[in-house]
């Protein structure tokens, strides 16, 4: 059997015996058909587990202390920083690098504010910079790898905070070694509805990215 796919119809093709049948089918059908031969079924999710879909899994990662590596400069050793940092949504899909945002507590409703997150490699709709680094297949574990790698200035680096707005750096490093963030410097960007449906607001104006060829975005250590 065969299935043509045309802008207007489905066509199916028998062939028996060297008879070929052909007749207009409807999509639905063909849907309907090929969804009951394929379970929908997600398995174990983790206790963080936000929301599943056949795409992505969302992820929540409690207010916690990171360590993380900051290359300023090409072939110079990193920055070490011990950062402590909001609850973290992760948005995953194997392999690949993350969305990511910041919220104040666990998301339990649509309209509940959600906050840009205040790290590097990260661009104003959550996307991440992925570089050579490897995500790993299993969606639970590319938030520890996410902080594994080393960090970069690139991406959207201006609006992650109201102290510092020009300045994530200086941001970085009036928290590195403190054990809590304060939550009253995230600046918002949407709602978990926006995420969801992938419709944050645009910024007012064009945020400054950086681009230095000679520093590799999300690099391995």
């Known amino acids: 059997m065969r299935l043509d796919f045309y802008d207007s119809s ?3 093709h028998i ?8 007749l207009r089918v409807s999509a639905r059908d063909v849907a309907a058909a090929l969804l009951s031969e394929m379970p929908l079924v997600s398995g174990l999710l983790s206790p963080n587990t936000l929301w599943w879909s056949p795409n992505e899994v969302g992820l929540w990662e409690p207010p916690q202390v990171w360590p993380v590596a900051l290359v300023l400069e090409a072939f110079k050793q990193p920055r ?4 402590p940092m909001p ?3 992760f948005i995953c899909r194997p392999g690949q690098p993350p969305r990511i945002y910041a919220a104040k ?6 309209e509940e504010p959600i906050y840009h997150a205040p790290l590097f490699n990260v661009f104003h709709d ?4 992925q570089g050579t680094h490897k995500y790993p297949l299993k969606p639970e574990d590319i938030p520890k790898s996410f902080f594994s790698s080393w960090f970069t200035v690139d991406a959207h680096i201006k609006g992650r905070s109201v102290k510092y707005p020009d300045n994530l750096l200086g941001l ?6 403190r054990k809590r963030y304060p939550n ?3 600046v918002q960007c949407g709602t978990m509805e926006d995420i969801l449906k992938g419709a944050l607001p645009q910024p007012n104006e064009a945020e400054e990215q950086t681009d230095d060829d000679d520093i590799d975005a999300g690099a391995e250590p």
């Open 80 to 83: 070490r920083f011990r950062l």
């Open 126 to 129: 959550g996307r991440t910079c």
């Open 87 to 89: 609850g973290l949504i």
């Open 10 to 12: 489905v066509v199916m």
């Open 105 to 110: 507590s666990r998301p339990r409703k649509m």
């Open 15 to 22: 062939c028996d015996q060297g008879v070929t049948t052909t």
């Open 184 to 186: 009253d410097d995230l």
């Open 172 to 177: 970085w490093e009036a928290l590195n070694g």
